[in-house]
Structure formats: structure tokens, C-alpha cells
């Protein structure tokens, strides 16, 4: 059997000369390499018989509904240590034209996604005041030491859906805070 040099430049690169000779070797020619492609088809259409049997043996669900409360697009990453005897409470929240939240803080981390109208969300950022506004389809994670305010500066109501994370037995999901007096 005739190894043929296939790719250029391997002569000063000898392990990659290497790779390319065995992987030339192992190919050949004529009717072995026929035969190889073959196999190789057919192991193919092996697979893909058993993954749709796969398939048509799955059990479907049934009786079950499933209705989005909320999707966002979020920018923080998000990791989550619960904690023993700590819950995980979600809440529908509406801020009315001109209604804010207080400035308060949550006990452990909070995801925000907005579903309607636009949330401006004041933080006390190591003494400035940092701001942004939210939209549908935006969403945002609060950490436990974050003291801020959220406003609805619009004139149609906010829709939030919150997820609340390491909530006690008392079930409170957020913390008054003194304004800091930043924004």
C-alpha cells in the first residue's frame, strides 16, 4: 500500500505528518475503502433505527398543562445555595402608575423578570446611585446585600413575576431598608 502525503506544510509539523499518514493508511483505496463507507452507512442507519424506537417508546404526558408565568432574557448568572429549611417563593407583582417598592433588600437572592409596562430599579451601589430601566422580556437578579428601590415612572401598570430564594419559615421575602440617600 502507497501512503499519499495529503496536507501541506505537515513535513515540518512530524506529529501532525503522523496523524495524517495513519489516518491515509487507514482510509486506502478501492474497493477496502468501498467497503469502509459502507459500514459506516450502515452503522448510521443502525443508529438512527434505534434512536426512533427510542423515541416511540417514550411515554408522553398526559392531563398536564404547563402555562408560562414569565420569560427574560437575563444578563447576571445565577447560582443558587438554598439552605435547610429555607423555601423558594413566586410571586405575581403589580407596581402601579407612579407606585414604588421602598427601598428594602431581600434575604437571599431574587429574579425579577418584567412581563408588562417599564420597571426603573434604583441601587445603592458602595454609595452611588445606579439606575436602570426594565423592560418585557428583561429581567434581573438582586443579591441579598443589594438596597434598592423599584419605580413605575410610567403610566400603565408593571408586571413582575419575582422568584424569592432562601426564604424562612416566617416567609418574609423583603426587608425595609433606611433610604440611603444616593438617588
Not at 438512527?48 to 402555562?67: F, H
Not at 417598592?101 to 426603573?120: C, N, Q
Not at 446611585?129 to 428583561?138: A, D, I, V
Request: charged share 20%; hydrophobic share 40%; glycine share 12%.
Amino acid at each position: 500500500m502507497k501512503l499519499r502525503h495529503v496536507m501541506r506544510g505537515t513535513e515540518r509539523r512530524p506529529q501532525m505528518q503522523k496523524s495524517v499518514l495513519v489516518l491515509t493508511a487507514a482510509l486506502g483505496k478501492g474497493r477496502q475503502s468501498m467497503r469502509k463507507k459502507k459500514l459506516l452507512g450502515l452503522s448510521l442507519i443502525a443508529m438512527a433505527l434505534v434512536m426512533a424506537v427510542g423515541a416511540a417508546v417514550a411515554t408522553p404526558g398526559s392531563g398536564v398543562t404547563a402555562v408560562p408565568l414569565a420569560s427574560a432574557q437575563i444578563d447576571d448568572q445565577l447560582r443558587i445555595r438554598q439552605g435547610e429549611g429555607k423555601s423558594t417563593v413566586v410571586a405575581d407583582v403589580t407596581v402601579t402608575p407612579d407606585g414604588t417598592t421602598g427601598w428594602h433588600s431581600h434575604p437571599g437572592k431574587t429574579l425579577v423578570l418584567v412581563t408588562a409596562g417599564e420597571f426603573t430599579l434604583y441601587r445603592d451601589r458602595d454609595g452611588r446611585c445606579r439606575t436602570r430601566t426594565y423592560g418585557p422580556g428583561e429581567g434581573f437578579v438582586e443579591p441579598p446585600s443589594s438596597v434598592h428601590v423599584g419605580v413605575n415612572e410610567g403610566d400603565t401598570n408593571v408586571e413582575l413575576v419575582a422568584v424569592f430564594f432562601r426564604i424562612g419559615a416566617d416567609g418574609v421575602t423583603r426587608i425595609d431598608q433606611p433610604d440611603p440617600g444616593v438617588c
